[in-house]
């Protein structure tokens, strides 16, 4: 639902804040160069992670007063959803004013507190930027409308003998025509809601005005960007139709004349040059829909952006031969760049995969599995909040709360978004569930409160927990984190295993992706697995024919399985070995 900004916001430079928060602790940050090359970064919608005044939609300081939540789970880096002014069509990918806050979700002064007190706590803070359009309340656009500035935008004339048809056949992704006709019976382009007018990149204003823009909250003391649409700034030459196949998706292989084209490396060529002219290695982050793992490492060569989101690896099935090829590609794509693949499984814009995996046991079984699975890769990490709960997709929303644009116009995306960003449980019991003094902006099902921050607290068979062993052991074993590949292993059919190595020290990590139990020999001393091996066939007698149950840790009294025996994969399972 928009709203209108009820209260007036006020200007950046009326607004004299303290000197920017500094750059990360020493112990935290200094001692690892190119922190964000084995990252675990925790995205935040703003909107549904806490809320501290009790009107149902999360804000900066409910974010602040959650981040030893994230220092407690073992994240290095927080990234912000956009919390700039906006009518809010689109979640706040619509901005009206990107040097301001919307009254919804505080002022600057809270997010200055935000990024001071996130420092404090050894975190980073990388907050989203919106280059590809604007809000159509922005100002340039208003002036675009009254016949002022419009090359900031794309405008075009229509086709017919009285241009009342759309300049092309471009779609938009949230469904319907990507064009909106004005009063004086020119077109303007929108790759996504007609709220959201594109911006036109050959401009010179518009590179010197994000550039002015990025140093705003650089000078702040943000860590860095997470580039909204990174792929779509640069439209082809022309701008010729595409010939209507499917429908455009923003998630998918597609080659569109609007998107991945070549002019975007030089823009963030010049962003990158920017950004390290700071100092404390400040980064930029790609969400590039690219339609190849060779096409998405151009965005993280050496002189453009640090990382970029692995959506291959988001999209592919529960199935070894599929994520065995996945993770190959993307190891050898930015292995030739010289960059670390950034792995991702959830965000704001897709169902959770606890649910894309299958719903019910068996989704949050192979969730389980599929987290280890991505924090035993090399690289960097990017969780979605709520994801170390287990929670899965909220189905059942009301026709009458939506707000996704996709759903309210019909068609392009499934329009179902609103189900991943319903706030998140904190406590069992309370009127939103520990969200907030008072409800939440979307409905939250019954079942929240056993899923809560509170009810997973300290046990060990819950998701939580698995989560915070994980990154514990992925932060202090030698043998993960960054790195450039995997040594793969032989495997059952339905299995994949793979070896990492760091001087004398050697992890393994074997995935059943299978419905059902998998014997091979132990690869040496478990460490840590999303439901507990059993010994093998060989082995049950010598055990008693007594099968511990499948838990997170082993039973008390219980030795873990030593190499050279042999041990049942549960079925959906992931074990970390120490080799």
Known sequence: M?????????????????????????????????????????????????????????????????????????????????????????????????????????????????????????????????????????????????????????????????????PNDWESVFGGPAWTRVPDGAWYLHLFAPEQPDLNWDHDEVRAEF????????????????????????????????????????????????????????????????????????????????????????????????????????????????????????????????????????????????????????????????????LALPGSVYLYQGEELGLPEVTELPDEVRQDPAFLRGEGQDGLRDGCRVPIPWTAEGPSYGFGPGGSWLPQPAAWGGLSVAAQTGDPASTLELYRAALALRRTHPALGAGDGVEWLPAPRGVIAFRRRAGDAAFVCTVNLGGHAVELPAPGRLLLASALPTPGEADFTAAGGKVPAPARELPDGAEPAESGRTVLLAPDSCVWWAS
């Not at 602790?25 to 909107?47: C, F, K, L, T």
């Not at 002064?109 to 280059?131: F, M, N």
């Not at 569109?256 to 010049?270: A, K, M, N, S, T």
């Not at 096409?295 to 994520?323: G, I, K, M, S, T």
């Open 2 to 166: 928009a709203h209108e900004l009820t209260s007036p916001v006020q200007a950046a430079e009326d607004l004299r804040l303290a000197s920017p928060s500094p750059a990360i602790p020493s112990e935290a940050g200094a001692a690892r160069p190119g922190w964000w090359r084995d990252a675990v970064i925790y995205q935040v919608y703003v909107r549904s992670f806490a809320d501290s005044d009790g009107d149902g939609i999360g804000d900066l300081r409910g974010v602040r007063q959650r981040l030893e939540h994230l220092v407690e789970l073992g994240a290095d880096a927080v990234w912000l959803t956009p919390f700039y002014a906006s009518p809010q069509a689109d979640g706040g990918y619509d901005v009206a004013d990107y040097r301001a806050v919307d009254p919804v979700f505080g002022d600057l002064a809270d997010a200055d507190d935000l990024v001071r007190r996130a420092h404090e706590l050894g975190l980073r803070v990388i907050v989203d930027i919106v280059p590809n359009h604007t809000s159509d309340r922005h100002p340039w656009f208003r002036e675009a409308l009254a016949g002022v500035g419009r090359e900031r935008y794309h405008f075009r004339p229509g086709k017919g003998p009285d241009g009342s048809l759309p």
């Open 211 to 374: 550039e002015s823009v990025l140093r705003f909250w650089l000078d702040l003391g943000v860590d860095g960007f997470r580039i909204d649409v990174a792929h779509g700034m640069v439209k082809a030459p022309g701008m010729p139709d595409i010939g209507h196949g499917e429908q455009a998706r923003l998630i998918g292989t597609q080659q569109l004349p609007f998107f991945d084209q070549d002019g975007v490396h030089e823009i963030h060529r010049g962003w990158r040059r920017l950004l390290d002219s700071y100092d404390g290695e400040r980064i930029g982050v790609a969400e590039a829909w690219a339609p190849s793992a060779e096409r998405l490492a151009l965005y993280v060569r050496p002189d453009e952006l640090h990382q970029a989101f692995n959506f291959q690896f988001l999209n592919c099935p529960w199935d070894a031969d599929c994520l065995h090829r996945v993770i190959d590609d993307s190891l050898r794509a930015t292995t030739s760049v010289g960059a670390t693949t950034t792995w991702v499984l959830s965000n704001h814009d897709v169902v959770r995969h606890t649910t894309r995996y299958g719903a019910g046991e068996a989704g949050l079984r192979r969730a389980r599995a599929a987290a280890l699975l991505m």
